[in-house]
């Protein structure tokens, strides 16, 4: 779907601006990035509006995604499968993690142990970081959940625990550095 729609306003708009935009590969590029980037936010920001839940979505998303910029993890096929599993995490996570406010300590023991094994995962293909530098996103990570240790803070706790298990690979694993 995301792609699709990508697909049709780039073309329509390189058809209508061909001296202005680069060519169809690089503008559908740039469409489906700013979509796939832009919605989950727009739709978490609309779902915080409905549910009076805006600043806990703020807390979570801005947790989940910095620790995911840095340690990767799972990463859906489809952007559309992403966008959906991605929304749903983090509005679950606003909404109900004062359920969890009495773990917080367990969350990041739990946090800290996964990024320690884990992370980075999943990531060659995501970002143009060198390998041989992908030990110092293992110590960003663990530097992040060290910070989620003194800030206490149940809602970043949550959200870097479920990030932190997006890193565990189920099928055949990964070499980690």
């Given at each position: 779907?995301?792609?699709?729609?990508?697909?049709?306003?780039?073309?329509?708009?390189?058809?209508?601006?061909?001296?202005?935009?680069?060519?169809?590969?690089?503008?559908?590029?740039?469409?489906?990035?700013?979509?796939?980037?832009?919605?989950?936010?727009?739709?978490?920001?609309?779902?915080?509006?409905?549910?009076n839940i805006v600043s806990e979505v703020?807390?979570?998303?801005?947790?989940?995604?910095?620790?995911?910029?840095?340690?990767?993890?799972?990463?859906?096929?489809?952007?559309?499968?992403?966008?959906?599993?991605?929304?749903?995490?983090?509005a679950l996570i606003a909404k109900f993690?004062?359920?969890?406010?009495?773990?917080?300590?367990?969350?990041?023991?739990?946090?800290?142990?996964?990024?320690?094994?884990?992370?980075?995962?999943?990531?060659?293909?995501?970002?143009?970081?060198?390998?041989?530098?992908?030990?110092?996103?293992?110590?960003?990570?663990?530097?992040?959940?060290?910070?989620?240790?003194?800030?206490?803070?149940?809602?970043?706790?949550?959200?870097?625990?479920?990030?932190?298990?997006?890193?565990?690979?189920?099928?055949?694993?990964?070499?980690?550095?």
């Open positions: 779907m995301i792609d699709s729609f990508a697909t049709r306003i780039s073309t329509k708009l390189v058809e209508r601006f061909p001296d202005e935009l680069p060519p169809i590969g690089i503008t559908r590029y740039g469409i489906k990035f700013l979509i796939s980037n832009i919605a989950p936010v727009v739709l978490l920001l609309i779902i915080g509006l409905i549910l703020i807390i979570c998303l801005i947790a989940f995604s910095s620790l995911r910029m840095v340690s990767g993890g799972y990463h859906a096929k489809k952007p559309e499968v992403c966008l959906v599993i991605s929304t749903i995490l983090i993690g004062y359920l969890l406010s009495d773990y917080t300590m367990l969350m990041n023991l739990l946090s800290l142990g996964l990024v320690a094994i884990f992370a980075p995962s999943n990531i060659e293909n995501q970002t143009k970081i060198l390998k041989e530098h992908f030990k110092y996103l293992k110590w960003i990570s663990i530097g992040m959940i060290i910070v989620s240790f003194l800030l206490n803070n149940y809602l970043i706790c949550a959200a870097l625990l479920v990030q932190s298990l997006l890193l565990i690979r189920l099928k055949g694993g990964e070499k980690n550095d």
